[in-house]
């Protein structure tokens, strides 16, 4: 193996370029030429590939975001879009890929290596916390820090006005954020996808707290509905007003912390070395300080659990 190339698709997760960084420091390290995509997937099909080398990658560790882009490619959906995808890769010479992203990236991943066989590894890149095969993803520490820090600013206003605040975290079908923000901010009560909320047992907590100050962590995902719906159903059923916040996308801004920083470097150096060693299809993880290899079907296909102890401690903390 010669030349690889690297990329990131869907969304941008803190820690993205400190991967890019190691995937080409490490590519340079074994003697091979390193390509960024541009762009994702829709840059592949349009052949965006550029060299990186040292310089393209200095002082780009501490960046949020992704210097390569991202993008959500439909062309990338269909075998014609993979095909065209597949030749400008082979075109270019690029004999292997590594893969920055979440399920979506995978799946299009999957689809790439079973269709044209050009060996591919993919690297968890998501706040979200939700893939199978990996104790953290990149991008989720930094999520959590910037939304546990958001929160304590609300409740010094939730203090100082009486006042219950909603606070919408971000995670689509996981918890992950919500529980863990909802342990480090203190907060009265969390609603996550993996639990069934009981909007009874909500009042009854807002009663107990003196002068109803209450911060209520919502994850986006949650059967009821978003932080504005439990406004609304708090409102309607037990007149209670509260004030809504929604983080939204500031979760996947902002510099990386320490730990993302070191967990994209490790998980970039593994991917390359994956690639040298003829493996595809797979994404690597870390557990313990273990690189661990999950076929991609796996990394969907499976359900990474919330621990118990997590819904535990925020009920009786709470």
């Known amino acids: 193996m010669k030349r690889i190339a690297v990329f990131t698709s869907g969304g941008d997760a803190p820690g993205m370029n400190a991967l890019i960084r190691a995937v080409a420091r490490t590519g340079l390290a074994k003697g091979l030429e390193v390509f960024g995509i541009y762009g994702g997937y829709s840059g592949m099909i349009e052949g965006n590939f550029e060299p990186l080398g040292r310089k393209e990658t200095a002082n780009i560790i501490s960046q949020g975001g992704?210097?390569?882009?991202?993008?959500r490619s439909k062309e990338f959906m269909h075998a014609g879009g993979r095909a065209a995808a597949a030749k400008n890769l082979k075109d270019k010479g690029i004999e292997g890929i590594v893969a920055c992203g979440g399920d979506g990236t995978f799946h299009g991943a999957h689809s790439l290596w079973l269709e044209h066989q050009i060996p591919i590894i993919g690297v968890?890149?998501?706040?979200?916390?939700?893939?199978?095969?990996?104790?953290?993803?990149?991008?989720?520490?930094?999520a959590i820090n910037t939304a546990a820090q958001a929160i304590?600013?609300?409740?010094?206003?939730?203090?100082?006005?009486?006042?219950?605040?909603?606070?919408?975290?971000?995670?689509?079908?996981?918890?992950?954020?919500a529980m863990d923000v909802g342990i480090a901010s203190g907060a009265e009560f969390v609603a996550v996808p993996e639990t069934v909320t009981d909007i009874d047992q909500l009042y009854q907590r807002i009663l107990q707290q003196k002068k109803r100050r209450t911060i209520i962590i919502v994850g986006e995902g949650d059967e009821l509905?978003?932080?504005?719906?439990?406004?609304?159903?708090?409102?309607e059923k037990f007149e209670i007003d509260a004030k809504v916040t929604i983080l939204g996308h500031i979760q996947r801004g902002g510099s990386p912390t320490v730990r993302d920083r070191v967990l994209a470097s490790f998980l970039g150096k593994a991917?390359?070395?994956?690639?040298l060693e003829g493996k595809s299809d797979v994404m690597v993880g870390k557990i313990y300080d273990e690189v661990i290899y999950t076929p991609f079907a796996e990394t969907w296909e499976k359900k990474k659990p919330l621990q118990d102890w997590r819904i535990d401690l925020v009920d009786f903390l709470a």
Request: proline share 1%.
């Open 152 to 177: 304590d600013k609300i409740r010094d206003t939730a203090y100082s006005h009486n006042r219950i605040f909603i606070i919408e975290v971000m995670g689509r079908d996981s918890g992950f954020i």
């Open 66 to 71: 992704t210097i390569l882009m991202t993008s």
């Open 124 to 142: 968890p890149g998501t706040i979200d916390n939700d893939l199978f095969g990996t104790r953290y993803t990149i991008g989720y520490d930094t």
């Open 225 to 235: 509905g978003g932080a504005v719906e439990f406004a609304r159903i708090l409102k």
């Open 271 to 275: 991917a390359v070395m994956a690639l």
